[in-house]
């Protein structure tokens, strides 16, 4: 059972920097693209962030030059380094790891719960 666990959201005021990190477990195959997504109230999820595991990036033009996403493939962990952060980023934060299954050679996508960030003015 894969499970992806979120950590570092809270609350910051504007201007402010959050890390988040989110480690994956129970992996059942390889880990291919990890990224971050975000859910504003009212509004659809968006991808803020992706890597892929030969490290390309993909950025979300709102949070390009302000967010930096990492990953560390030793620990099944991606981060995501939010700086310059504005009231409009605040939405729960929702880790996102495709795998491919060892087993049956698909590709599986996993969730993890997600992490509330709020930005106040």
């Known amino acids: 059972q894969v499970q992806l666990v979120e950590s570092g959201g809270g609350l910051v005021q504007a201007g402010g920097s959050l890390r988040l990190s989110c480690a994956a477990s129970?992996?059942?195959?390889?880990?291919?693209?990890m990224g971050w997504y975000r859910q504003a109230p009212g509004k659809q999820r968006e991808l803020v962030a992706s890597?892929?595991?030969?490290?390309?990036?993909n950025y979300a033009d709102s949070v390009k030059g302000r967010f930096t996403i990492s990953r560390d493939n030793a620990k099944n962990t991606v981060y995501l380094q939010m700086a310059s952060l504005k009231p409009e980023d605040t939405a729960v934060y929702y880790c996102?790891?495709?795998?491919?299954?060892?087993?049956?050679?698909?590709?599986?996508?996993?969730w993890g719960q997600g992490t509330q960030v709020t930005v106040s003015s």
């Open positions: 996102n790891a495709e795998i491919t299954n060892w087993g049956t050679l698909r590709r599986e996508d996993y």
């Open positions: 129970g992996t059942i195959g390889s880990i291919n693209t």
């Open positions: 890597i892929t595991s030969g490290r390309s990036l």
